[in-house]
Nanobody, 115 residues
Framework: QVQLVESGGGLVQPGGSLRLSCAAS????????MGWYRQAPGKQRELVAG???????TYADSVKDRFTISRDNAEKTVYLQMNSLKPEDTAVYYC?????????WGKGTQVTVSA
C-alpha cells in the first residue's frame, strides 16, 4: 500500500512562488504515474499536472508556463513548483496516484494566494 503525504502549502502574495512536495511510502514509486490535483471551495477537484513514470509531464491549460511538475525516484517524491501564482490558484492541492485501478490520495495541503 502506498501512502502519500503533501507539504509545502501556505499563504503567498500574487506573483509569488511555492513548491509543493509529495512524499510516497512503499517500494513501487518509480513504477507509478503521479499527479497533482486541486479543489477550490465550491468547485470540483481538477487535475493540475501529471507526470509519467518515465518523467513526461502534462499540465492543465490554466497552469501551463507557470507550474512545473517533477519527480525524484530516489527520494520517492514528486514536486510541484508553482510560479506567478494568482488568486484563482487558491485551493487545497492533493497528490494522487492510481495503483491497479485503486485511486490513492494524500490529505492535501492548502495554498492561499492573497494580498
Amino acid at each position: 500500500q502506498v501512502q502519500l503525504v503533501e507539504s509545502g502549502g501556505g499563504l503567498v502574495q500574487p506573483g509569488g512562488s511555492l513548491r509543493l512536495s509529495c512524499a510516497a511510502s512503499g517500494s513501487i514509486f518509480s513504477a507509478l504515474a503521479m499527479g497533482w490535483y486541486r479543489q477550490a471551495p465550491g468547485k470540483q477537484r481538477e487535475l493540475v499536472a501529471g507526470i509519467t513514470r518515465e518523467g513526461s509531464p502534462t499540465y492543465a491549460d490554466s497552469v501551463k508556463d507557470r507550474f512545473t511538475i517533477s519527480r525524484d525516484n530516489a527520494e520517492k517524491t514528486v514536486y510541484l513548483q508553482m510560479n506567478s501564482l494568482k488568486p484563482e490558484d487558491t485551493a487545497v492541492y492533493y497528490c494522487h496516484t492510481n495503483i491497479r485501478g485503486l485511486n490513492t490520495w494524500g490529505k492535501g495541503t492548502q495554498v492561499t494566494v492573497s494580498a
